[in-house]
C-alpha cells in the first residue's frame, strides 16, 4: 500500500489508510466507551517494551471482562508489519480493542467478536524547547472514576482537564483527589525531595505506567532513593525537581506549577541523568522485562 507518511492502520485484519478505516457506529466503544488500549513508542523501527504494554493491555481487558484471542506473538507480527509498511523509524504504535459491534444495549452482548485496531503514525513533537526549559502544569480534583489503574479508552475527564491546562498557558494537569496528588491527565509524575524520588503509589487511583516502573528501576540502579508514597500538593510547590513520565513524553521536567517556580526553575540534575539513563536503555532495546 503507498504511504504518505502520515501512517497506517491494521483492522480486523486488513491494512489499510487512516481514510479508509471504517468502524460501526454500533462499536460498543463508539456507544459505550468499552474498550481498552496501549501506547507503544517506536524507537529507529523497533518497538520499544512491547511485552510490557501488552500485558498491561490484558490485565485492562481482563478488569473488564473483556476477551480477546489473538496471541502477544500475533500482536507484535501485526505491529511490527505496520512499521515496515509504513516506513517510520521513530513513532507511536497504537493498540485498541473493543467489546465489538451489537445493537445498544448496556448489559453485555452474547456472541460478539471484539474490534481489534492497530495503528502507527509519527511521534507528536513535543512543545519547542520542553526539554532544555521544562514545561509548566496546574493541578486540577481528580474527578475520574474509581478504576483509574485501568487503560480505558474512557477519557472525557482527562480531555477536558488537558484543555483547561491549555487554556491557562500550562503542558499539563495535574489530578489532586481528596488532597492526595495522583497523577497527570497524561501522566505519570514524580518529585524530588530532600534528596528522596517520590512518586504516588501504583493502587486503584493512578495507571501504573511502563516508563513509570522504568524510571523507578533505573534510580534504583544509580542508588537514588525513591519511594512510592502518598503526598499532597504542598509537597509538590517545595520539591527540589518535578517531572512527569510516559511512553509520548519518555522524562519531561517541570519547572512551574499553578504558576509557583519548581527548585530553581529549570530542569534539575536527577531528571537529566535519568533521562539519558533512559535514552541509553532505548538505544539497548529491547528493555529487559519489568
Not at 509548566?136 to 483547561?164: F, G, H, M, Q, Y
Amino acid at each position: 500500500m503507498p504511504m504518505n507518511g502520515n501512517g497506517l492502520v491494521w483492522l480486523n485484519g486488513s491494512f489499510m489508510s487512516f481514510e479508509e478505516a471504517r468502524i460501526s457506529i454500533e462499536d460498543r466503544g463508539f456507544q459505550f466507551a468499552d474498550g481498552v488500549y496501549e501506547v507503544v513508542r517506536v524507537y529507529d523501527g523497533k518497538p520499544f517494551t512491547f511485552q510490557e504494554h501488552l500485558k498491561r493491555l490484558r490485565q485492562s481487558a481482563s478488569l473488564i471482562e473483556l476477551d480477546f484471542k489473538i496471541e502477544d506473538d500475533r500482536l507484535k507480527e501485526i505491529g511490527q508489519e505496520l512499521v515496515s509498511r509504513s516506513d517510520l523509524k521513530d513513532a507511536e504504535l497504537y493498540i485498541q480493542i473493543t467489546r465489538g459491534v451489537a445493537p445498544r444495549s448496556h448489559a453485555f452482548p452474547r456472541e460478539i467478536y471484539p474490534t481489534i485496531l492497530l495503528s502507527i503514525r509519527p511521534v507528536r513533537p513535543l512543545p519547542e524547547g520542553a526539554l532544555e526549559k521544562g514545561v509548566s502544569a496546574i493541578t486540577l480534583p481528580d474527578e475520574r472514576w474509581a478504576r483509574c489503574n485501568i487503560k480505558s479508552i474512557s477519557l472525557l475527564p482527562n480531555v477536558l482537564a488537558k484543555e483547561k491546562a491549555r487554556r491557562a498557558g500550562a503542558y499539563e494537569a495535574i489530578f489532586i483527589r481528596n488532597g492526595i496528588v495522583t497523577e497527570g491527565a497524561s501522566s505519570n509524575i514524580f518529585l524530588l525531595l530532600e534528596g528522596v524520588l517520590r512518586t504516588p503509589p501504583a493502587d486503584w487511583r493512578i495507571l501504573r505506567g511502563i516508563t513509570r516502573d522504568l524510571v523507578l528501576n533505573l534510580a534504583g540502579k544509580e542508588g537514588l532513593p525513591s519511594k512510592e508514597e502518598e503526598f499532597g500538593v504542598e509537597k509538590l510547590y517545595q520539591a527540589e525537581e518535578v517531572f512527569i513520565t510516559s511512553t509520548a513524553i519518555e522524562i519531561l521536567p517541570v519547572v512551574e506549577i499553578d504558576k509557583r517556580k519548581i527548585g530553581a526553575g529549570k530542569p534539575g540534575t536527577v531528571q537529566h541523568l535519568l533521562y539519558q539513563k533512559f535514552k541509553q536503555l532505548v538505544k539497548e532495546n529491547p528493555a529487559p522485562a519489568l
